[in-house]
């Protein structure tokens, strides 16, 4: 009998953790359930993995989402069965629509106990696919290491992918001594057709109507400079679509409007646009449909040209059309001042706690490389205007509208880029989704510090309500758009999840509180009351 | 110009409404957004419709589920396109499992902007599939009565089903003269083939190893006292499944006991089983599947006879199988004492507080027709075998395994039965998936004891982990099973929602605040550390 009796074998969830690792994958966000034992055991023996627990799947998707747009590589999912994914979705549409690459790993009964159809079986297929790029299951113990690479290379595959990976409990228990797959080097995005480029060349150099419409990569502060160059010497605009996984933003970067949320000013705004050349974005659409309004937010006419689809390389095609269209030094366009954002007295407010005054006090105590993350809905709409002026930070966005992102991306942004402050803008309605996210920044000790927009209504929902033609809202849409019987009190929510919390009344208290936040070690909520 | 100019038209969502309160759905629990304004618009043209809001769908359909396993009817939801019913899917997963009758409408897009691929565009069918029996979407606005019509239809075909109807933005808002389909009588559960009943009185004859298992409506005190007469007249024995909907419980009812949850136990209670009678169940199988331990649950050989399947009328299975084995009378059944509770001096507890000694102080309090909602997981395993001698109740279990259906759950059973008394037996880490619940007790003022089971952390996984054979857990593991770091302070988060809650740390502070609480109006919470 050898010394080793005793220690349990190598087993297929082993080869799993050894294969994410080799991988590059080293945090696992996760909600475990019985079938995933073997993996947790798994992860026990690899102290190199980073885990993190959310107390709801909608906190281990949202965490995945943030933590891979700060540190550009996937962290990976631990869910349990099909219920446990079904509660992770929401965010994993957002993280979808983001182009954030995540690794889901979603824990199956044994495949010989699927007949039994258990309490807990349910298609998990079905499930994931709709907030996936690529589903798999394993094949067997040995077969988890290909699995486990081939779900990290779809979800590094450019622009970033969903990749679910169902693993069967039997796999993961069962002996296993197959080698840890090679690594290869992840695939990049190829650059655009020449044809394409040459097109969208000629677009900006007839310098009449034309829109540089950008998104994903190009979005960083070395994209949106060459952006400028090409806007400089054309004359063209630079926009943003309305929503964005990460937006480079602050004094000394490009200023950059986004297409607006509300049709009648999208229509507006573009209204004069002859063509569109897009560079990794989609053609501006509503996000809802309104009676008697367009779907598309172009006016007749107007031409639409790709420079750069989604997965093709953003930023390469920014700098081939620049050569293209003779663009000038970034000296040349940093003398066209209003493309850059330049140091502006702001003024501490007082008075009043509005969303207005509270966005100034954001904007003005905002510490240089902060994560910004929004979810502030209605109530944020006076920050991105302002927040040109801010000190240099990033500035991460919910993608798909599946509301409850706020508080998980924080916590994972926070893990995906160590030591930078964090602040989330959150609507309060939202934040209820998934406000379990606190716990988990408190365990971790990250330094998130989130403001509650407390206006007590599903104010979005109030406005949507009056466009209908509906009138005023009535008792039951009263019933369904209020959040004042009773009032949320943020204040005892955080603490009773071991976040230090204050409620801020009046402008000063709050910017006075913000500012203490930042000092803060760990976690901090404020309760603006707005 | 008539005198009605201003009053907007009746639209397909006004003929919805109308549709689902003339078949008898008059409970909406609801998360909207933009894309069901119209929906809400017509709601309010309802005073009849009671709109019950949830701040996150995991609590709308909970709360869905446990209103009509109380009422007897379906109630409606009201979800949010793709990502909205997704955070819905794993308490309608426990629903399905249930046979709970439910509705679901799922607002989606207009049908011209599909195409558009919108930021919340995703595919609904294939979410919506594994958790429903039925899906379907609406038609055209006229067609919307017809639709709803279905989906009622489907939801109480017995033994009761999900139906998802997917609701177009264009329908809701077009107009509709369209008429109100008539309301036919819902479909009922047939009596099951003859030749099935005598082959099942046969074996129950036959006085040997029988085991007549019963589920579904059959728990209710009259099915289980006809089962009584049978069990006194065969000598079988009686056993409900791991996991019920609803069971009547308590003095002067039929003690019947569960098919244990952990697999050993499971197969020892059946080890000696040579016939297994299915009324309405199906045969027992493991929740999960374990290295080396079988899937199902009976012994080698048992024979499995199915006296109704579970769309099949059980409790007229039941009075069948009682003449064909001869039962005697209601009295003779009653004479054979150790089937029906009798009357126990139930002291109260004195002491540390345990999962044991709690649930001896609310044995002792429950009062006379309350709803025991049960989701106190591991902790919550004496309750079972000590409330057979509390005063009559009605206890509702987690049927699906997919946690944070406790506090929804009584939600909906207190709307489902309004006066009566609820009391949420519930596990900490499972609470923390739907805590959001809390907020609509405090709103409609619900009578519901919330009792927490404060043990800080996973305490079921630690069970399972050391199944696994990797000995204690490790840090890894720690990280993914403990919630004591920070401890959550269950006091704190249930004041944050509007219900008052105290902590309790003894058996007989836990007893006084379990009693004060019975007489509290409106929601309570104890955190009880045990």
């Not at 005793?6 to 799993?16: E, I, Q, S």
């Not at 909608?58 to 747009?69: E, H, K, L, M, W």
């Not at 486990?148 to 779809?154: D, H, L």
């Not at 394409?196 to 949106?224: I, M, N, Q, Y």
Request: with cysteine.
């Amino acid at each position: 009998m050898s010394s080793n009796a005793a220690l349990p074998p190598r087993t297929g969830a082993d080869l799993l953790c050894e294969t994410l690792l080799a991988h590059g994958v080293d945090h696992c966000f996760a909600n475990p359930g019985t079938s995933e034992m073997h993996f947790v055991a798994a992860l026990d023996r690899q102290p190199r993995m980073r885990c993190v627990l959310g107390l709801a799947e909608g906190v281990v998707t949202g965490a995945a989402d943030g933590y891979a747009r700060m540190a550009g590589r996937p962290a990976c999912t631990l869910l349990h069965t099909g219920p446990g994914l079904a509660n992770g979705l929401a965010n994993l549409h957002n993280a979808k629509r983001a182009h954030t690459p995540i690794v889901n790993i979603v824990g199956d009964h044994a495949t010989y106990h699927l007949e039994h159809d258990a309490p807990l079986a349910s298609d998990i297929e079905s499930l994931a696919r709709p907030m996936s790029h690529w589903v798999g299951r394993t094949p067997s113990a040995d077969g988890v290491g290909a699995a486990a690479a081939t779900a990290v290379r779809e979800a590094v595959t450019p622009p970033g992918r969903i990749a679910t990976l169902i693993l069967a409990a039997d796999h993961a228990w069962s002996a296993s001594a197959a080698p840890v797959p090679a690594h290869s080097p992840p695939p990049t995005a190829p650059l655009p057709a020449a044809a394409e480029l040459d097109r969208a060349a000629a677009a900006l150099k007839r310098r009449r109507g034309t829109v540089l419409l950008l998104a994903g990569r190009t979005l960083r502060a070395d994209g949106l400079a060459v952006a400028a160059r090409i806007a400089a010497a054309t004359g063209c605009r630079l926009l943003a679509p309305q929503a964005n996984a990460r937006v480079e933003r602050g004094l000394g970067r490009v200023m950059i409007d986004r297409v607006p949320y509300v049709v009648d000013k999208a229509l507006a705004m573009l209204a004069d646009t002859a063509s569109l050349v897009l560079v990794g974005a989609k053609a501006p659409v509503g996000f809802f449909a309104y009676p008697g309004k367009p779907g598309s937010m172009l006016p007749a006419g107007c031409e639409v040209l790709t420079a750069a689809r989604p997965d093709e390389d953003g930023l390469g095609a920014l700098h081939e059309l620049a050569t293209r269209v003779g663009a000038g030094s970034d000296a040349v366009a940093a003398a066209a001042k209003p493309l850059f954002a330049t140091k502006r007295d702001l003024p501490l407010p007082t008075g009043a706690l509005t969303a207005s005054t509270l966005a100034q006090a954001v904007v003005a105590r905002l510490p240089e490389g902060a994560i910004v993350c929004d979810e502030s809905v209605s109530s944020g709409r006076d920050f991105f205007p302002m927040s040109w002026h801010a000190a240099p930070h990033d500035y991460l966005q919910i993608t798909g509208g599946a509301i409850g992102l706020g508080i998980p991306l924080a916590t994972g942004a926070a893990l995906g880029a160590p030591g930078r402050r964090v602040v989330t803008l959150q609507a309060d309605g939202s934040a209820m989704y998934t406000l379990q996210g606190l716990w988990t920044q408190a365990r971790e000790r990250l330094p998130v510090v989130t403001v509650i927009f407390s206006n007590r209504r599903y104010a979005i929902l109030h406005g949507e309500y009056v466009q209908t033609g509906a009138g005023t809202p009535g008792a039951n849409a009263r019933q369904l758009f209020n959040l004042d019987d009773p009032a949320l009190d943020w204040v005892a929510l955080a603490r009773g999840m071991g976040v230090g919390a204050e409620r801020a009344e009046t402008a000063e208290r709050f910017t006075d509180l913000f500012g203490a936040a930042l000092e803060h070690e760990g976690p901090f909520l404020i309760e603006a009351v707005i």
